[in-house]
């Protein structure tokens, strides 16, 4: 079976600063990997994924990611936040063409003007 | 123009009462999914339709019992709640089966048991 751990349940940070969410996942077989957004009171929406081939992906709002096979890690980078990336972001994986996603416990981003 | 739209958005009821969520999506999408969203933000699949068949049904109580009439719909209904039925329940949609096109969600719907 395949988890998600985010290692930061809160990541405060100044506007313009860069961030980094990080997220570690655990699977014995081929995975893909997501990150979601969800803003308050809205569902989640799909900011990148990683199926195959290059390894940084870019995704919507200037996110980018890495996927990192030997460290597990797929991590959400952006390097200048705005007050509007305040959000909750998610962390998900399934397995290489599998049916289910499943979902790490959140990183909520504060950016501070 | 709502991709995929739940309702209500909010559900305050007693416990040992049943309610239903409606979920409908205009998107064509073939899959539909249940995920609950407990008060530790935990994301958690509990049942997935495609085309109107049961493919996923985590372990749920079977109070939970979701209903597809078609694949544009996937309705969740709870019988008997309790306490720890308190959650956000999101519902979800994708082209097909395969996790690679990425899940629609709706904007939730916030259960509150009394």
């Known amino acids: 079976a395949q988890s998600v751990t985010q290692l930061d349940s809160q990541v405060p940070v100044f506007e313009e600063a860069p961030v980094e969410l990080r997220c570690n996942y655990s699977s014995s077989v081929s995975v893909y990997l997501f990150w979601y957004v969800q803003y308050p009171n809205q569902g989640l929406q799909l900011l990148l994924k990683?199926?195959?081939?290059?390894?940084l992906v870019k995704g919507i709002n200037g996110f980018e990611a890495e996927f990192n096979k030997s460290q597990t890690s797929f991590h959400l980078r952006k390097p200048s936040v705005h007050i509007s990336d305040t959000a909750e972001y998610f962390c998900?994986?399934?397995?290489?063409?599998?049916?289910?996603?499943?979902f790490g416990a959140g990183t909520i981003l504060r950016v501070k003007s | 123009d709502t991709a995929v739209s739940q309702t209500p958005k909010y559900l305050v009821t007693q416990m040992g009462n049943d309610k239903s969520i409606k979920c409908e999506q205009n998107?064509?999408?073939?899959?539909m999914y249940w995920y609950k969203q407990d008060s530790k933000k935990f994301l958690k699949i509990m049942f997935s339709?495609?085309?109107?068949?049961?493919?996923i049904n985590e372990t749920v109580p079977n109070r939970f019992s979701p209903k597809s009439p078609d694949k544009a719909h996937l309705n969740l209904h709870i019988n008997s709640l309790e306490l720890g039925d308190s959650a956000v329940y999101f519902c979800?949609?994708?082209?097909?089966?395969?996790?690679?096109?990425?899940?629609?969600f709706g904007s939730g719907t916030r259960l509150t048991v009394v």
């Open positions: 998107l064509g999408h073939d899959t």
């Open positions: 990683y199926l195959s081939g290059s390894t």
């Open positions: 979800a949609s994708s082209q097909d089966e395969a996790t690679s096109r990425g899940y629609t």
């Open positions: 998900a994986v399934s397995k290489e063409y599998g049916n289910k996603l499943v």
């Open positions: 339709y495609n085309n109107k068949e049961l493919i």
